[in-house]
């Protein structure tokens, strides 16, 4: 029988493949491609697709099939295109993923909490990455665009440390959200322990919609003032 030569690319190919579906760690990192616009594209590895694809391109690229296409050209600014900012803040820490207009990656980690620094951490780090000072305006017309994220406010439900709530409902609805969907996760409990709501208390509203949205009864702003001015009192 004659045995044909593999080539080493696919051989190392099929030696990621392998390490991969026997769960060892595979590079799996966010890379930027270049394609015919010239312009790089984040791609990230995670479907096992992807990953067989990244492994193929990575034993090619080592033996040197597949060149790169980086130049002094990509590393120059785009006039068309601005700063692209990523911002996820969260209890302690604010991460701040920026991509520059020549589409570099960059990343920065600040407190989110920091009086004696800056009062805004996302802000902060917006003005870290364009060299803007504190008392300067930042120049909008140099950035994209801006997403952000935070675990802020899921943070102050689970741990009850929001700020005290008043419920305004219409009159005859003070008990909906408590009574809910009457779901009954553990239907033969003889003691029922009901979530503990997220507001402190309840004022009710004369006032009325149809079910098609139209007016049945209109807000009654005296006693709505009425009733805020109980609560903050």
Known sequence: RQHRSVPQSSTKFAQCAANYRRRRPVATHARTFHISTRKPVVAFANP?????????????????????ASTEADSKCSPERGWEFWIDRGGTFTDVVARHPNGQLLTRKFLSENPEQYKDAAVYGIRAF????????????KIDFIKMGTTVATN???????????????????DALQIAYQARPRLFDRRILLPELLYESVGELSERRGAAGELVTPLDLDAARGLLSAAYA
Do not use: N
Not at 48 to 68: F, P, Q
Not at 130 to 141: F, M, N, S, T, Y
Not at 156 to 163: Q, S, T, V
């Open 156 to 174: 102050a439900l689970l741990e009850r440390k929001g700020e005290r709530t008043l419920l305004l409902i219409t009159k005859g609805f003070r």
């Open 130 to 141: 364009l060299g803007v000072g504190p008392d300067e305006r930042i120049p909008a017309e």
């Open 48 to 68: 096992v697709s992807s990953v067989l694809r990244s492994c193929r391109r990575i034993s090619e690229r080592k033996m040197g099939v597949v060149a790169t």
